[in-house]
C-alpha cells in the first residue's frame, strides 16, 4: 500500500498523522495548498482586508527601476515558487534577465504559469523546475556561468519559524552562490486589528482556506473528520511576532484519519499556519543570520510591506 502512494502522498499521510497526535497538535502551512487552496489563496489575495499583495505589488512598481539599478544585466533570476502572473512579470520587464528559473513543488501549476510567462516574453528562456524549494535539487545546466538573483516574494519566508527560515535563506545561499543576490518581500508588523482583519476576513475566505485542509485530509488520507466541528481562528502571538491560523474544535469531536483514531475536546485547536511579521531590524537580522547582506531596502509609504536586496 504504503509503496503505491508517491514520496508527497506520503510525506502528507507522515506529516499529517505525525501532527495530528503532537502534545500541540499542528500540519505544516505547505499542506494547505493543493489545487482548491492555491485558488483560495489567489482569492485571498483579492480581498480588501489583505494587504500584502497589493501593497508589494503597488511597491515594486513604484521602486523597480530602482532596484533594477543595483542588479546586473543578463542575470539568471531563479524565483522559489511559480511565480505570479502580476508580481514576476514586473521584475522581468525591468531587469531583461537572460534566464528565468521558477521552482515549485506542483508540476501542474508550475508549468501553466511558466508557459503563461513565456507567452508574454517570447525571448526569455523560461526554465522551470519541479521540486520542493526546502530541500537540495539542481539548477537548470547552462545558466552556471550568469549571475544570479533570487527572487522570493510574498513574505512565503513568514511561513518558516526562524529556525527554518534561516536554514532555507542559508539554502538559497548554497544553491546560488556568493556574490548572488536575493530580492525578498517580507511583512511588517502592524497594528494587532489590522493584521487580524487580513487573516479572519469577514467574508469567510480565509476560513475556507483554512477549513479545506480538513477536506484534503477526509479525501486524500480517507478521514471522516466533521467539518462543522471545527471554526477557523487567527491569533497574534506577540512573542513570536506572529499570526497563527488555527481550526479550533468548537465541541468535543472524535474521528479517524487513515486509520488511526482521534480525540479533540471542545476548545483544542490544531495549528495550521504562522505568518512572522518582522520589524526593520528584525527582518534585516533574518537575513544576515541566514548568510545574506541586505544591501538597499524599500517600504511603500505606509511602511506596511518590505523589499530587501541582499547579497551572498
Ligand atoms: C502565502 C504565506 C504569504 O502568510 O499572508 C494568507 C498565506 N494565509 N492568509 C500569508 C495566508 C492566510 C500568506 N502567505
Not at 499529517?16 to 497526535?21: D, M, N, P
Not at 482583519?197 to 486524500?220: H, K, Q, S
Request: zero cysteines; charged letters at 25%.
Amino acid at each position: 500500500m504504503l509503496a503505491t502512494l508517491d514520496e508527497q502522498a506520503q510525506a502528507f499521510r507522515e506529516d499529517v498523522l505525525a501532527g495530528l497526535s503532537a502534545p500541540i497538535p499542528a500540519v505544516p502551512a505547505r499542506w494547505l495548498y493543493d489545487r482548491r487552496g492555491s485558488e483560495l489563496f489567489d482569492d485571498i489575495t483579492r480581498l480588501p482586508a489583505y494587504y500584502p499583495t497589493r501593497t508589494e505589488t503597488g511597491l515594486l512598481n513604484e521602486v523597480m527601476p530602482d532596484i533594477a539599478a543595483r542588479i546586473p544585466r543578463g542575470a539568471a533570476v531563479v524565483e522559489f515558487g511559480a511565480g505570479s502572473q502580476t508580481k514576476t512579470p514586473i521584475l522581468l520587464r525591468a531587469i531583461a534577465p537572460a534566464a528565468y528559473v521558477p521552482v515549485d513543488i506542483s508540476g501542474d501549476y508550475l508549468n501553466d504559469s511558466a508557459a503563461e510567462l513565456q507567452a508574454s516574453f517570447p525571448g526569455l528562456e523560461v526554465l522551470p523546475v519541479v521540486a520542493d524549494f526546502v530541500r537540495s535539487f539542481n539548477l537548470p545546466e547552462g545558466i552556471d556561468s550568469l549571475p544570479k538573483l533570487g527572487f522570493f516574494p510574498g513574505s512565503t519566508i513568514g511561513n518558516f519559524v526562524p529556525r527554518s527560515g534561516t536554514d532555507l535563506l542559508r539554502h538559497f545561499r548554497a544553491l546560488l552562490g556568493t556574490g548572488a543576490l536575493l530580492l525578498i518581500g517580507m511583512d511588517r508588523v502592524k497594528p494587532i486589528e489590522r493584521l487580524l482583519a487580513a487573516y479572519d476576513d469577514p467574508a469567510g475566505v480565509t476560513a475556507e482556506f483554512n477549513l479545506n485542509l480538513l477536506e484534503r485530509i477526509n479525501r486524500e488520507l480517507d478521514g471522516d473528520i466533521p467539518l462543522d466541528a471545527f471554526r477557523h481562528e487567527a491569533r497574534w502571538n506577540d512573542i513570536l511576532s506572529r499570526i497563527e491560523m488555527h481550526l479550533v474544535a468548537s465541541r468535543d469531536v472524535e474521528f479517524s484519519v487513515a486509520g488511526r483514531h482521534f480525540r479533540f475536546s471542545a476548545g483544542s485547536s490544531i495549528h495550521t499556519e504562522n505568518s512572522h511579521k518582522y520589524g526593520p531590524r528584525g527582518a534585516r537580522l533574518m537575513l544576515l543570520a541566514g548568510g545574506w547582506t541586505p544591501i538597499a531596502e524599500w517600504t511603500d509609504p505606509n511602511d506596511d510591506f518590505a523589499v530587501i536586496l541582499a547579497e551572498a
